[in-house]
């Protein structure tokens, strides 16, 4: 007989009510980030290019100032480290707002890739490093970068990873080429993903370690030019994407960060909440769009009336309202789950709200400059570049295909082939066993007969 998974509305614990409210106290914090965030953020998009890296740390001082003292800094972590111990799902709810514009979270200390690494040298870190790193890490006094994929192998198989690290006189020694090594041309430090272990299982290999940007032997040869900045005009500014060559590089053994062999479990557990932030960020992006097509389906005239009274952008409104509220949805829930059950009970929620909320975020986008024409292509509009960003999202952090993937096979884990190849609901099978269990009253309508 075959036992299907419980569906993830089965998965709730017992007992809990469900509650889509939010404490009064949240929601005027999350009404201050929303009118700070459109006031003072959003300005920014549309000089960020004019201004030197210098420049816009100057612009962002006072910024992160006001941000520190509404108590919203670094919210990701918890007290003890100078966080806000949010959780999940009130992050979540954070993130949606930060993510209308990529230079918000720079605002609010929670910027990818430092949130993450953060987050790392939090759960994985002695205090040594605590101390050396994270703490000014989280001041804001020093930038991280995060330097796993090769350009060689597969990103989205890390089994596969190249860079060696092999201890020698008490030092690891580190060879290997990284690229999209995000903020890698501006960081003090970076975390490098590196084989220790060749002869481990697979996913016990790799270690992680930190890595001044200053050592020997670290050569930051370029930041790569990329669909969302296509001409990379200057080099070493925030979000550039840099290709590294590491050669006899030598720190001290004790920069291993955790146990060595555990740089993919500790990957893993880096890339839960990330995902879920990651999600709600494209929501910010999704509504963003959203309301600039509703906008325009009212003023912009075609063929004898609005856009708004034709079918088809009605069908874009409705879809993507329904889509948004849906990602929205699925995106808390494994927000919440990951609060009350933990990272490992919401794998499957997580890669759920990966490649659907990917999508979401790129269909919302393309219906929206769709409906913008020559406009929505011009760099008169946020679109075009909400669309490039849109696009990397379904590779990033794990391509869409690896996240299906996954879902099928925990899905499938809860299923079994049936024994005799006759498929479960097979009708002649159940109707011979119904026709048997009703025997009497089938005898009887037939003796009526
Ligand atoms: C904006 C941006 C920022 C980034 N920042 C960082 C960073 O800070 N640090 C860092 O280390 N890396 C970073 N990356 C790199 C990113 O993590 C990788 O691009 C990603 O892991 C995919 O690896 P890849 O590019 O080598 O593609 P590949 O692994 O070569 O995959 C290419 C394609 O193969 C297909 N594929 C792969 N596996 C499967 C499968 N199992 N089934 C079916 N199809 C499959 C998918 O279509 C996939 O898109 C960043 C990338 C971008 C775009």
């Known amino acids: 007989m075959t036992v299907p998974n419980p569906d993830p509305s089965e998965r709730r614990q017992p007992g809990m009510a469900w509650d889509f409210s939010t404490e009064p106290e949240l929601e005027e914090q999350l009404r201050w980030m929303r009118q700070f965030v459109r006031e003072e953020i959003w300005p920014l998009e549309t000089i960020v290019d004019d201004l030197s890296q210098e420049q816009l740390e100057r612009v962002y001082a006072p910024l992160q100032a006001e941000v520190k003292s509404r108590g919203l800094w670094a919210a990701h972590l918890p007290?003890?480290?100078?966080?806000?111990?949010?959780?999940?799902v009130k992050l979540g709810l954070m993130h949606e707002i930060l993510g209308t514009s990529p230079w918000a979270p720079n605002a609010f200390g929670n910027q990818a890739p430092d949130s993450g690494n953060s987050e790392i040298l939090a759960m994985a870190g002695t205090p040594e490093q605590k101390e050396r790193w994270l703490h000014p890490l989280l001041a804001g006094d020093l930038r991280s970068a995060f330097s796993m994929t090769e350009p060689e192998v597969a990103g989205s198989d890390p089994t596969t990873l190249r860079t060696t690290a092999r201890l020698e006189d008490d030092e690891w020694v580190i060879d290997g080429h990284k690229w999209f090594t995000t903020n890698g041309s501006i960081a003090d430090f970076l975390i490098v993903m590196a084989v220790t272990d060749p002869d481990a299982r697979p996913h016990q290999r790799a270690s992680m370690i930190i890595v001044p940007a200053d050592t020997p032997g670290v050569q930051i040869v370029r930041d790569v030019g990329t669909m969302e900045h296509p001409t990379v005009t200057s080099f070493g500014k925030l979000w550039n994407h840099a290709e590294i060559r590491y050669e006899d590089v030598r720190v001290p053994a004790e920069n291993l960060l955790g146990e060595r062999g555990a740089g993919f479990l500790i990957a893993q557990q880096r890339l839960g909440p990330g995902r879920i932030h990651h999600c709600m960020r494209w929501l910010g992006v999704s509504r963003r769009a959203f309301d600039m097509l509703c906008e325009r389906s009212l003023y912009r005239e075609a063929r004898g009336g609005p856009l708004a009274d034709k079918q088809s952008v009605q069908n874009w409104i409705a879809d993507s309202a329904a889509e948004m509220q849906a990602a929205r949805l699925m995106t808390l829930h494994a927000a919440w789950v990951m609060d009350t059950q933990g990272a490992a009970a919401a794998?499957?929620?997580i890669s759920l709200i990966k490649f659907y909320g990917a999508k979401v975020m790129h269909d919302v986008v393309d219906r929206a400059l769709q409906a913008h024409g020559a406009l929505g292509y011009s760099t008169d509009l946020p679109l075009e570049a909400m669309y490039r960003f849109a696009r990397a999202a379904r590779f990033y952090d794990g391509p869409d295909e690896v996240h299906r993937e996954s879902v099928a096979r925990l899905i499938l884990r809860g299923y079994t082939a049936p024994p005799d190849g006759v498929p479960t609901e097979y009708v002649p099978v159940r109707?011979?066993?119904?026709?048997?269990?009703?025997?009497?009253?089938l005898e009887a309508v037939t003796a009526n007969d």
Do not use: K, N
């Not at 109707?431 to 009253?441: C, K, L, N, P």
């Open 347 to 349: 794998r499957q929620e």
């Open 431 to 441: 109707r011979e066993e119904a026709q048997r269990r009703f025997a009497d009253i």
């Open 79 to 88: 007290p003890e480290l100078g966080g806000q111990g949010f959780g999940q």
